[in-house]
């Protein structure tokens, strides 16, 4: 891999760059492989310039040096002469990445979604091994109290390797419900519950085994998980929370998490009696949206700020940041479980969609992480949400150079951990229980999101700096 490398032609001339390889005085050019949110996002804003040219076929070049310096395609409507890797920012697809990044050449100031081996988090199996090794790393070298810290996710095997430890475990707890669920497939596909041992045997003779799908040569790998029978309920219905995630470093590990987010709920009331009913235990809305009775214009949505208000209101303020701090902790052991696996790139950046699901004592538990959430909206209310979202990603990752790079808010995102935990600043106490002067986390989940007039204040505040 030959990041940083130069490739003669590019860039020369074109705009410069300061010494933290952002760009200074010119347009930004992007490429972008979805058409939703994110799209609107980066044609509405000033300055950028989409780059021409085939989206997400997976077969384009990047600069692999073959398109680097004799541009093959040609002219943009703001008269640059560019080549199909001629992007300063890059909204790419996995698949995209994954053809292409091995062989690409990045310059200081490029800017590209995803790292490398996102899926060590992502996949449902491998987010469980990092974390059990982490866990087990951390109850070695600090004791096993420590090793506590870890109770965030459900007792889970990956099938078929840990078949024979799921039958011991599952024989010492009879009686119990279990999730099973593909690693790599998302939207609530392919998952079911089971009691009994019984119930999956058929399944493990036919779903999974290699036979019955004549194009797959290894079973399925799908991963079983103690199923959570005590969700918190509203209404009676079960919800999982959507927590958006920014990581623009590994290595110093440098996270960053959105105040705003939302509560999915399923549409039907929650029992133990019907555990078949995808429409009562699953809240993906992929889902709930083909429940009989959903009503589209309800949808089955809170925002983060409703449930946060909700859930002060019925236990009290500081049961609730003792709540939503175990989501900060979810967040930060997560990713240091996959910190010296994930291969560090200054150039790229991951937003995860964490889910998670609270029981009924207010413990949040991690479900999983997604590296691809979706950006569609499904109504004007989301919509408003992931474009105040992207937005203010972009405005983070500051390829303008409008910021002093020492923010510790920007927009709707926190400054949650850089190489350990950020205190917030005094004046910055929302969400504290009134009188709280102690330092308090930099962590702001459900708190107010009056991220326009924070960032007026920002940009204000970091010229003057600038200018001084
Ligand atoms: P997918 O990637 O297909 O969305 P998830 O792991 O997110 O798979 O599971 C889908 C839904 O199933 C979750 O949103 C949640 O409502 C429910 N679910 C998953 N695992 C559990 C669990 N261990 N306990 C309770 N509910 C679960």
Redesign the pocket.
Known sequence: MSKGTKVPGYMQGKGSRNPRGIIGDREIRYKCSLQNTILDVLRGRPGWQEVPGQQSTGQQQANTGKSGSGSTTQGTTSGYKGSDGDWDFYWCDREWLAQNYDTMFLYEHQKILHFRNHYELTR?NLMVKNLKRLKKQTERELGKAEGQSFEFF?TTYELPSEYHIFVEEFKKNPGIIW?M??AA???????FLFRRLKDITDWKKGEYQPLSDPNREVPETYVV????EN?YLIGGR?F?VRVYVLVVSYNPLKVWLYRSGFA?F?NTRFSLDSIEDTYV????VA?QKNAPDYDPDKGCKWSTQQLRKYLSAKHGVEAVKKAFKGIDNIIIKSLQSVQKIIINDKHCFEMYGY?V?FDSDLKP?L??I?ASPSLTASGKEDYDLKFGLLNDLLNVLDLENRLTGKEKRVGGWDLLWEDGPILADDGNMECAPNGTTASIPNSFLGCHNERKRQLRELYTAAQSIKKS
């Open positions: 449902k459900p999730i669920k593909p497939r998302a939207q609530g596909r392919g998952i998980q103690r199923y959570i969700p079960k999982d999915r399923s235990h699953l809240t993906n889902i889910d699901l538990w479900i999983e997604n």
